[in-house]
């Protein structure tokens, strides 16, 4: 339901069992905040457990894709009220910059001068009025009511003139009259994106720039979970039957899961299968299907949190007998990688990528650099909105330096892939290519390792995208270690 602004002539479930459950003898005010930030008392746990991640996510820097599950399992929340929380949750955060310009049309009140428990439940009150069949009346009642219940009584008032004038509009109208005037700013707007990403995305889609609108629409999507089989231990066709997935299209260990908590899946407890974007098993494979002269086993992923890149590698490794070394700088990260290859011919170091203290002369080098994260915005919603166009400048001189520690570590003859998990320009092609100018290297054509993925752009490189392949907005291209460096 997230997908655009909702027709005022759609229909509108009236959310009668909300309402029943909200006149319910439960609703009384000895259960209003026992710890600050947490609603209880208006009886409907759905609104309650989006109101709460909202408020913390907008409030305190929480992660909603962290933070909501939890209050789900705590709460007992399962059910069409799982799901109702979760849409309103992530679609609230993910359309944040469109609530907000709406709710300041509306407000007497700058947005910093509002409190944050307040202005939590206009964002959810104003995603339920713009984006969502939920009628009027439900939709500014139960916000209204959190306000209450958050100890704001006192305004109460606000919040309902304000959420009473923006329903008396509808929504398509708001979006014409306050989208900007030029042509990619509205396309942003509408798919609620900063402008400064559908920019990035737009440059990053180059000729094929009319896609923009497309990009951004799956980019807003909720994604289909991948999960990935480990080789030795389970096929995709196993994995599929087992879970009730698809096989995937690329990977040949992948499986499309459509529904349920892949956590509660047997082969995942097990350890037999995880969860992880069929992009990055494309990325991880391709390290290990290059062609290497005299290959000698000896790989490396140098930037390996959070593991999985790492552990489809090594699986991999294992069946080839070869070992790889993973270096993670961050001691907490890197004992968590330790648990993930705990089985496999991987050893994990802590240490820095751009000096990792390891011997040179490996065949095989993966370079996964830290980066902005534009191409999985639709796994965190609020993300758009917390990233700022100055994090990738100072993103670039520590990926610059770490495909040029890859390219020290690899041998002559050997391979180095680098890749990211973002479409930027600026983190990918000018990377490489400052990289190619200085010497000790050819660019080989990614698209020859990418699993048969089609449409992934112009070469040599591979670009994903949500809307072309369903993975994440993924970029890698492979370089060959000539015998001379420059």
């Known amino acids: 339901m997230s997908g655009g602004f909702r027709s005022r002539s759609a229909g509108r479930r009236e959310d009668k069992p909300a309402r029943q459950r909200a006149a319910s003898p439960s609703a009384t005010p000895r259960q209003r905040y026992s710890v600050k930030g947490r609603p209880a008392g208006i009886g409907d746990p759905a609104r309650e457990a989006a109101f709460e991640v909202v408020l913390r996510v907008t409030r305190d820097g929480a992660f909603a894709n962290l933070t909501l599950p939890g209050i789900l399992r705590e709460r007992k929340i399962a059910g069409r009220d799982a799901a109702f929380a979760t ?31 307040v202005l939590a439940a206009l964002r959810l009150g104003a995603y339920q009025l713009l984006y969502t069949r939920v009628g009027d009346h439900a939709a500014v009642d139960t916000s209204v009511r959190l306000v209450e219940a958050a100890d704001q009584a006192k305004a109460k008032g606000f919040a309902n003139g304000v959420l009473r004038s923006i329903g008396r509009t509808p929504a398509d109208e708001w979006l014409a009259r306050l989208a900007p005037a030029d042509e ?25 720039a009319g896609e923009l609108e497309a990009a951004l629409e799956a980019d807003s999507a909720r994604p289909v979970v991948h999960l990935v089989a480990r080789p030795g231990e389970i096929t995709a066709e196993e994995l599929a039957l087992t879970t009730g ?13 459509p529904e349920g908590d892949p956590g509660q899946l047997e082969p995942v407890r097990e350890g037999l299968a995880a969860v992880q974007d069929e992009g990055s098993q494309v990325i991880a494979r391709a390290v290990t299907e290059v062609p290497v002269a005299n290959d000698q086993g000896r790989w490396l992923d140098l930037c390996a949190g959070p593991g999985g890149k790492a552990a489809l590698i ?24 330790s648990k993930t290859v705990r089985d496999l011919p991987v050893t994990v170091h802590t240490a820095d990528g751009r000096d990792p203290g390891l011997a040179p002369g490996y065949d095989r080098v993966l370079v996964d650099a830290p980066c902005s994260g534009l191409g999985a915005l639709r796994r965190r919603p609020e993300a758009r909105w917390t990233k700022s166009e100055g994090d990738i400048a100072e993103l670039n001189r520590l990926q610059e330096e770490l495909l040029a520690s890859a390219v020290a570590l690899a041998k002559p003859g050997g391979v180095v892939v680098y890749s990211t998990c973002s479409p930027d320009v600026r983190e990918t092609r000018r990377i490489v290519e400052k990289q190619c100018a200085k010497g000790g290297v050819e660019e080989l054509d990614a698209r020859e390792f990418a699993a048969g993925m089609e449409d992934a752009g112009a070469g040599p490189s591979v670009q994903m995208w949500p809307h072309r392949h369903g993975t994440d907005a993924m970029f890698f291209t492979v370089l060959r270690k000539t015998e001379t460096l420059g």
Do not use: Q
Not at 97 to 102: F, K, N, P
Not at 104 to 114: D, F, Q, V
């Open 87 to 117: 849409e309103l949750t992530y679609g609230t955060l993910r359309t944040l910059g469109v609530l907000d310009a709406v709710i300041a049309e509306n407000s007497s009140r700058e947005l910093e001068r509002i409190a944050p428990e």
């Open 184 to 208: 990619l700013g509205a396309l942003a707007f509408t798919h609620a994106h900063p402008e400064w990403i559908a920019r990035s995305f737009a440059e990053a889609l180059g000729d094929r």
């Open 245 to 257: 997935g698809e096989v995937g299209k690329y990977s040949p260990y992948a499986v499309y899961l």
């Open 314 to 337: 090594g699986a991999i490794a294992r069946i080839d007998g070869a070992r790889v070394d993973a270096v993670e700088i961050s001691p907490h990260r890197a004992e968590l990688i």
